[in-house]
C-alpha cells in the first residue's frame, strides 16, 4: 500500500468496539454497506491454460435500508487479474437480469475494484469470470514438477490478500460467508478444497463449507492424489508416493486434537485432513479449513518439526474461529496460534521439547528484530505501513506468543485456559479487532483478579515496540550445556569432532547453530563440517542455519549443496537465508543470479517475488565482504 494512502487511512479513528467499523486498507469491499454471507462456485479447471473459469453466485446482505436507496446499490468487490465475462442478478425464481459493472484500473497491491451497480439491492448476484495464468493466488505445476510425475497439479494460497486473484469477493478478513462449490476436472484429478467433500457427480466434485469464514481461507488443491486415514475424523493427503511417509510423520494428530479440545473446547469443523503439497509451496502450512496445506518441509522422518501441524491445528480455534478482522490485527490469530501450538507439544511430546522450541523460537525473533522498524515491532501497529503479506513476521507469532505466556504465568495455568476457553468461545465465528480482544480481556481476566498485571504492562505488550522487561524464558538445562560446548569449540579448546552433537535432538542442534557467529571462520566451519556433515543433512530446518553460515564463511565447496537445497525448496522461511547469504557477495550473487534464472519457473509467484527482491537489494546496497 502507498504510504499516501496510509497517512490517509491514519486519520480515520478506529472505533474500540464493532469489528463492522474495522477499516480494511487492503480490500475495495464496503461492508458497512453489504455483505456477502454465502458463495457458490461452478468451477472448470483448465491444466493446458493454467485457468480457473466459471461462476460465483454470491448471496448478500444489504445493511443499508432500502428506503434511503430505494433505487441504487453498489456492490464493490475485490479482484485481480480476473476478466469479468457477465454480471447478473438472480431473483428467487432463477432467472437473470444483466447488471452493468466497471472493472478499474488495477492497483499495484489491492488489483482491481469491481463496481456493480445493483439497482433493488438484490439479494443474489452472479459473475461470470476466468482466472488469468498468472494469478497470484495460484500455482499451477507441470507434471515433471511433482514428486510422481503423473499428473499436473494446482494449488491456492489466498493469504493475505490472493483469493480476489481466482474470485471475485469482498476480499477482508472483516467478512465472513459459508461457500459451496462444484468443480469441474479431468479424468484421474482430485479436487480437494477447505470445505467438506460431498460425492462426487461424473466429472463434477463437490464441496460443502457451512461455517462463515473470511476469504482468505478459501483453497483449492487438485493433482493426482491419495489418502490415507489418521483416525476416524483426520486423514493425509498426498501424491501416491509420499502418502505413507506422510501418515507415520503426523501420526499423532487424533492426540493433538482430543488435547486441544480438552483444552478449548470441540473441535468445530467436522474433520481435520491435511494435505501435502509439492516443494514449491512457499510456506510451512496454511491452516485451509478442514484441509490444511502443508509443505513436504516437516517430513523429516522423525516427527521433529511436526510442530508445524500442531501450529495449523490450532488454527482451527485462534484464527479460523476467532479471525482478526483486519490485517493489523493478524497478530491475533498468529500468537495466539503459537501459543496454542506450544501448548500441544507439550501435552503431546513433553515440557522439555515445547521450552526448547519456545526458546528457539524467541532467539530467532530477537535476531530479526534488529532489522525491523519501531512500528514492526509492535504487535498492534498503527497504521500498518508494510504490505499485507509483509505483516507476517516473527513478531506477530512468537511476541505474541509470549505475551500470552506473561499472562499465563501471571493469572497461573488453571485460570487462564478457562479464561482462554471462554474467549474463544464468546468470540466463535467472530472476525474482531486487537481492542475488542483488549477490552475482553480486560473486563473477564485483568480485572477479575485484581493484583496480577498492571493494564500498562498489557499495553506495553501490545502497542510499544522491542521486548517489555516482563518477557522472561524458561530454563532449558541442556541448553546451558549446549552453550558451554560451543564456546568452547569458537575458542579452540574443544574439537568440532568432540562436541555431544550425537547426543542432541533436532531442537538442540538448532540451538547451537543458531547462536554461531552469522560468518564463522572457514577453518571452524570446515571442522564442523566434517565432524557433522551438516551441509548434507536432510533436515530442512538444519540445512536453513547451516549452509548461510558456510556461505558467509568462504566455503565454496558448500555452493553445490546449498544450490541443490535452494532450488529444491521453495518455503520462504527456508530458502531466502540462502539466497541472502549468497547476495552477500558479488561471486555469490551471480551463483545465485545464475541458478535463479534457470529454475524461476518452478517457484511460487510469492516466493518468486521475495527472491527477486533479495536480489535487487543486493545489486543497490552489496554487503561488506567478511
Ligand atoms: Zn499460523
Aim: glycine residues 6%; hydrophobic residues 45%; charged residues 20%.
Amino acid at each position: 500500500m502507498r504510504l499516501s494512502a496510509l497517512l490517509a487511512l491514519a486519520a480515520i479513528a478506529l472505533p474500540s468496539s464493532a469489528a463492522e467499523a474495522a477499516q480494511d486498507p487492503y480490500s475495495y469491499a464496503e461492508p458497512d454497506k453489504v455483505r456477502v454471507r454465502h458463495v457458490d462456485l461452478d468451477l472448470a479447471l483448465d491444466f493446458p491454460a493454467r485457468t480457473i473459469a466459471g461462476t460465483v453466485t454470491l448471496e448478500l446482505d444489504w445493511r443499508e435500508a432500502r428506503a434511503d436507496m430505494p433505487a441504487a446499490g453498489t456492490l464493490s468487490l475485490d479482484t485481480r487479474d480476473l476478466t469479468i465475462e457477465r454480471v447478473e442478478a438472480l431473483d428467487d425464481a432463477g432467472h437473470a437480469q444483466a447488471l452493468s459493472y466497471t472493472l478499474a484500473a488495477p492497483d499495484a497491491e489491492l488489483g482491481s475494484r469491481l463496481g456493480i451497480a445493483a439497482p433493488g439491492q438484490p439479494v443474489r448476484v452472479r459473475i461470470a469470470y476466468r482466472t488469468a495464468p498468472t494469478a497470484s493466488g495460484l500455482q499451477w505445476l507441470d507434471r515433471q514438477q511433482t514428486a510422481d510425475k503423473q499428473a499436473p497439479f494446482l494449488f491456492s494460497q489466498s493469504q493475505s490478500i490472493h483469493a480476489r486473484s481466482w474470485i471475485p469477493l469482498q476480499d477482508t478478513p472483516a467478512v465472513r460467508f459459508s461457500y459451496a462449490a462444484r468443480v469441474r476436472a479431468a479424468q484421474g484429478i482430485t479436487v480437494l478444497m477447505s470445505a467438506l467433500r460431498q460425492p462426487a457427480q461424473g466429472e463434477v466434485q463437490g464441496f460443502s463449507q457451512p461455517q462463515p469464514i473470511p476469504s482468505y481461507l478459501m483453497a483449492i488443491a487438485a493433482g493426482a492424489l491419495a489418502e490415507q486415514a489418521t483416525s476416524k475424523r483426520t486423514a493425509v493427503w498426498a501424491e501416491p508416493s509420499q502418502v505413507a511417509a506422510a501418515a507415520r510423520e503426523f501420526s499423532d494428530i487424533e492426540a493433538m486434537m482430543r488435547t486441544t479440545e480438552q483444552l478449548y473446547g470441540p473441535y468445530r469443523w467436522g474433520r481435520y485432513d491435511m494435505l501435502v503439497l509439492p516443494p514449491s509451496f512457499p510456506f510451512g502450512g496454511m491452516e485451509n479449513p478442514e484441509m490444511t496445506f502443508l509443505t513436504p518441509t516437516v517430513i523429516a522422518g522423525d516427527k521433529s518439526l511436526v510442530s508445524v501441524v500442531a501450529h495449523e491445528l490450532a488454527h482451527s480455534w485462534s484464527g479460523n474461529l476467532v479471525t482478526s478482522a483486519t490485517w493489523r490485527d493478524i497478530w491475533l490469530n498468529e500468537g495466539f496460534t503459537t501459543y496454542v501450538e506450544n501448548r500441544i507439544v507439550e501435552a503431546v511430546y513433553g515440557k522439555t521439547q515445547a521450552d526448547e522450541e519456545f526458546v528457539v523460537a524467541a532467539g530467532e525473533l530477537r535476531h530479526k528484530m534488529q532489522s525491523l522498524s519501531e512500528n514492526q515491532q509492535r504487535l498492534a501497529p498503527v497504521p500498518r505501513e508494510v504490505g499485507a503479506d509483509d505483516a507476517l513476521t516473527d513478531v506477530a507469532y512468537v511476541k505474541g506468543a509470549w505475551f500470552l505466556r506473561f499472562l499465563e504465568a501471571r493469572f497461573g495455568r488453571v485460570v487462564f485456559d478457562a479464561y482462554l476457553r471462554d474467549y474463544f468461545d464468546h468470540f466463535a465465528f467472530q472476525s474482531i479487532t486487537t481492542e475488542q480482544m483488549l477490552d475482553y480481556l480486560r473486563a473477564n481476566l485483568v480485572d477479575r483478579h485484581p493484583g496480577k498485571v498492571d493494564w500498562d504492562q498489557v499495553e506495553q505488550w501490545v502497542y510499544a515496540p522491542g521486548l517489555p522487561e516482563s518477557a522472561t524464558l524458561p530454563a532449558v538445562a541442556a541448553f546451558t550445556a549446549i552453550d558451554t560446548a560451543r564456546a568452547a569449540f569458537l575458542h579452540g579448546t574443544l574439537g568440532a569432532a568432540a562436541l555431544p552433537g550425537g547426543d542432541w535432538n533436532t531442537h538442540e542442534w538448532l540451538y547451537f547453530l543458531d547462536h554461531l557467529p552469522e560468518a564463522p571462520t572457514l577453518v571452524q566451519v570446515q571442522a564442523l563440517d566434517a565432524a557433522w556433515r551438516l551441509a548434507r543433512s536432510s533436515n530442512a530446518e538444519i540445512g536453513m542455519r547451516w549452509l548461510p553460515r558456510a556461505i558467509r564463511a568462504g566455503d565454496s565447496s558448500a555452493w553445490p549443496a546449498a544450490r541443490a537445497y535452494m532450488l529444491r525448496i521453495g518455503r520462504m522461511k527456508l530458502t531466502l537465508p540462502v539466497y541472502r547469504a549468497f547476495a552477500s557477495t558479488p561471486a555469490g550473487l551471480a551463483y545465485a543470479e545464475t541458478a535463479y534464472a534457470a529454475h524461476q519457473a518452478e517457484y511460487h509467484p510469492l516466493t518468486r517475488q521475495a527472491i527477486e527482491k533479495v536480489l535487487r537489494k543486493a545489486h543497490a546496497q552489496p554487503e561488506a565482504t567478511p
